[in-house]
Antibody, heavy 112, light 113 residues
Framework: QVQLKESGPGLVQPSQTLSLTCTVS????????VHWVRQPPGKGLEWMGR???????SYNSALKSRLSISRDTSKNQVFLKMNSLQTDDTGTYYC??????WGQGVMVTVSS | DIVMTQSPFSLAVSEGEMVTINCKSS????????????LAWYQQKPGQSPKLLIY???TRQSGVPDRFIGSGSGTDFTLTISDVQAEDLADYYC?????????FGSGTKLEIK
């Protein structure tokens, strides 16, 4: 059974770094891509970036200077790190295969 | 980056009616190699994660009712929902996965009268 689950802090201070973990089960990170997608409250979906099955990464053009995606295949985990957070980075962050499997999302609030 | 222009922003229909949602890409999503259009449609119900409805522009994901129909090619795509049901209340998004960075449309909110 394929599952993805996001975890991380619910509250981050402005200018600080966000660190999120996506733990996957039911498939291998060396066979499938994992993407990060976020959604500000009441707004649309924004694709953030991808960890490819071979370890390559791709990023949203507007975020790439602040964003880093990495993985630990032994733990079946994909990591998102984004620095210099501002209030408009508040929202729900999802990890997903995009092919049909999504995590439940983790709400992140950027506030002092 | 490929820009996805989605319309309308919102629409309200009665059960049993048909709705059409449009998505236009700033460049062709048709692969010359396999003749597939790299366009997907997602449904997001209130409080839930998005759900894949359609991929390759017109292929229905397993378990998706056949009242959801994807069509189009190149730069112009349509999601048609025939015989709308109350359970179809949701936001709908298109996504181009032809080239990176991937880009979503701005979304369409479907309300049921």
């Amino acid at each position: 059974q394929v599952q993805l689950k996001e975890s991380g802090p619910g509250l981050v201070q402005p200018s600080q770094t966000l660190s999120l973990t996506c733990t996957v089960s039911g498939f291998s990170l060396t066979s499938y891509n994992v993407h990060w997608v976020r959604q500000p409250p009441g707004k649309g979906l924004e694709w953030m970036g991808r960890m490819r099955y071979n370890g390559d990464t791709s990023y949203n053009s507007a975020l790439k200077s602040r964003l880093s995606i990495s993985r630990d295949t032994s733990k079946n985990q994909v990591f998102l790190k984004m620095n210099s957070l501002q209030t408009d980075d508040t929202g729900t962050y999802y990890c997903t295969s995009l092919e049909g499997y999504w995590g439940q999302g983790v709400m992140v609030t950027v506030s002092s | 980056d490929i820009v996805m222009t989605q319309s309308p922003f919102s629409l309200a229909v009665s059960e049993g009616e048909m709705v059409t949602i449009n998505c236009k890409s700033s460049q062709s999503l048709l692969s010359s190699g396999n003749q597939k259009n790299y366009l997907a449609w997602y449904q997001q119900k209130p409080g839930q994660s998005p759900k894949l409805l359609i991929y390759y522009a017109s292929t229905r994901q397993s378990g998706v009712p056949d009242r959801f129909i994807g069509s189009g090619s190149g730069t112009d795509f349509t999601l048609t929902i025939s015989d709308v049901q109350a359970e179809d209340l949701a936001d709908y998004y298109c996504l181009q996965h032809y080239s990176y960075p991937l880009t979503f449309g701005s979304g369409t909110k479907l309300e049921i009268k």
